[in-house]
T-cell receptor, first 110, second 113 residues
Framework: RKEVEQDPGPFNVPEGATVAFNCTYS??????FFWYRQDCRKEPKLLMS???SGNEDGRFTAQLNRASQYISLLIRDSKLSDSATYLC???????????FGIGTKLQVIP | SAVISQKPSRDICQRGTSLTIQCQVD?????MFWYRQQPGQSLTLIAT?????????ESGFVIDKFPISRPNLTFSTLTVSNMSPEDSSIYLC??????????FGDGTRLSIL
């Protein structure tokens, strides 16, 4: 089993739709979690950290479920500019090990 | 967050040659990281570079192929040695980690002919 698993997609959704991605992790001792956005042939950029209580930033909501060992990202009212690959990142081993998921590709369609 | 500059942004190289990638940070950082992202793949950590000590390489990566320098707290280099087409990739440096997110330079896109 991969340490961090994501559905690579692509997810093709119309503008204005709500879309959700999940990311599962195998190490129960994982300590911090992040979502990154990566545009084609660009570097990954931090979208948001994921907190145990869940957190929201505008149209984006991140959730952590430690019992089931997954994190999620919800995007409401999708925009064309949201088209990108969304990477799940998990820190573990006393914060010394950082593992990236393969990313989920989102394509928002007019 | 720190501003991270990488040079070159892209290059096309002949097989058998070597290329050194530079990473400059606008603030002092303890740990710097070097990643590779091959086409259609996620990021793979090559090594962690701490100032004043040897870099720590991940499984599958060796110092002879990817020598790293870390002469001070704001700068690091990664050399890709004796390149082959399989080394065609995006190479990224980053800072951060621990309980904080990592921030990336804008990457070096390397193609080997």
């Amino acid at each position: 089993r991969k340490e961090v698993e994501q559905d690579p997609g692509p997810f093709n959704v119309p503008e204005g739709a709500t879309v959700a991605f999940n990311c599962t992790y195998s190490n129960s001792a994982s300590q911090s979690f992040f979502w990154y956005r990566q545009d084609c042939r660009k570097e990954p950029k931090l979208l948001m950290s994921v907190y145990s209580s869940g957190n929201e930033d505008g149209r984006f909501t991140a959730q952590l479920n430690r019992a089931s060992q997954y994190i999620s990202l919800l995007i409401r009212d999708s925009k064309l500019s949201d088209s990108a690959t969304y990477l799940c990142v998990v820190n573990s081993a006393g914060y010394q090990k950082v593992t990236f998921g393969i990313g989920t590709k989102l394509q928002v369609i007019p | 967050s720190a501003v991270i500059s990488q040079k070159p942004s892209r290059d096309i190289c002949q097989r058998g040659t070597s290329l050194t990638i530079q990473c400059q940070v606008d603030s002092q950082v303890t740990m710097m990281f070097w990643y590779r992202q091959q086409p259609g793949q996620s990021l793979t950590l090559i090594a962690t570079a701490n100032q004043g000590s040897e870099a720590t390489y991940e499984s599958g990566f060796v110092i002879d192929k990817f020598p790293i320098s870390r002469p001070n707290l704001t700068f690091s280099t990664l050399t890709v040695s004796n390149m082959s087409p399989e080394d065609s990739s995006i190479y990224l440096c980053s800072v951060g980690g621990g309980d904080q997110p990592q921030h990336f330079g804008d990457g070096t896109r390397l193609s080997i002919l």
